[in-house]
């Protein structure tokens, strides 16, 4: 989806959007990051994952960075031409029969403790088919 939208698959974009989920990972690993070394700078903030170290880029501040980067991220895949030409669901085999319905709303804001992001509303409903 990346390139479809004009991004890089290695560029910054794909750096910001593994941020959440290699500190996730590391939680999950008693604050240890397994995998491939990864050095990205946001908003001033470095974030550096090393193989089989300790995560330290971990603080409040870069997960507030880290969200608001990936919102501003998925606001331009929300805006862009690739999504909304989409008139009908897109299949995923994956998951199997759940549904996700997404409604946007433009003009919000979402608050973080002190910090108020302006972003796109996203609302979801889920069903899923057992």
Known sequence: MLEQLGMSTTGAE???????????NSFHSNGMYTNADLRHEVRGLVFEFRR??????????????????????????????????????????????????????????LKFGALALCATQVQVS?????
């Open 14 to 24: 794909k750096r910001t959007l593994t941020i959440l989920a290699n500190l996730r």
């Open 52 to 109: 089989d170290e300790r995560v330290i880029c971990a603080s409040w501040a870069h997960i507030v960075v880290a969200i608001h980067e990936n919102l501003a991220l998925l606001d331009r895949f929300f805006r862009s031409n690739l999504l909304n030409n989409v008139t009908d669901e897109i299949r995923d085999e994956f998951a199997g029969g759940n549904r996700i319905e997404i409604a946007l709303t433009t003009g919000c804001t």
């Open 126 to 130: 889920r069903s899923v088919s057992l």
